[in-house]
């Protein structure tokens, strides 16, 4: 996909204030402009058709959140929070946060991903 062929497709899906960017590193940012001033990143990658993959799957995620609000954890059946508790030492503000699991492709609670984390990390090492 060329520069000219992303930016039609980025004014096609978010309209006049869609836009594009390109980093040192060859990494393509697709958005918009906020109030004329910032620019909103909506998807990255390492090409343009990356980028607009990444909107896709920013958007599947953001449902899946949606979803796992105020559910039990598939791991320890607790229920995941949205919102940490600011009185909790800081260290364990989190645990109960529904965080994402790429190991296993889902939402589950701070902790378990933590040990998820963990467990690849050492398989990898």
């Given at each position: 996909?060329?520069?000219?062929?992303a930016?039609?497709?980025?004014?096609?899906?978010?309209?006049?204030?869609?836009?594009?960017?390109?980093?040192?590193?060859?990494?393509?940012?697709?958005?918009?402009?906020?109030?004329?001033?910032?620019?909103?990143?909506?998807?990255?990658?390492?090409?343009?058709?990356?980028?607009?993959?990444?909107?896709?799957?920013?958007?599947?995620?953001?449902?899946?959140?949606?979803?796992?609000?105020?559910?039990?954890?598939?791991?320890?059946?607790?229920?995941?929070?949205?919102?940490?508790?600011?009185?909790?030492?800081?260290?364990?503000?989190?645990?109960?946060?529904?965080?994402?699991?790429?190991?296993?492709?889902?939402?589950?609670?701070?902790?378990?991903?933590?040990?998820?984390?963990?467990?690849v990390?050492?398989?990898?090492?």
């Open positions: 996909m060329t520069p000219k062929q930016l039609a497709e980025v004014r096609r899906r978010f309209g006049p204030t869609g836009a594009l960017s390109t980093r040192r590193e060859g990494i393509k940012s697709v958005g918009h402009i906020d109030l004329g001033l910032f620019f909103s990143i909506e998807g990255e990658g390492p090409t343009w058709e990356a980028a607009f993959r990444d909107i896709d799957e920013r958007k599947i995620r953001r449902e899946l959140f949606d979803e796992a609000r105020d559910q039990p954890c598939p791991v320890c059946f607790r229920t995941m929070r949205t919102k940490y508790d600011p009185k909790l030492p800081k260290e364990k503000r989190y645990l109960r946060y529904p965080m994402w699991t790429a190991s296993h492709d889902r939402y589950e609670c701070g902790r378990c991903a933590a040990k998820a984390k963990a467990a990390e050492e398989k990898t090492a």
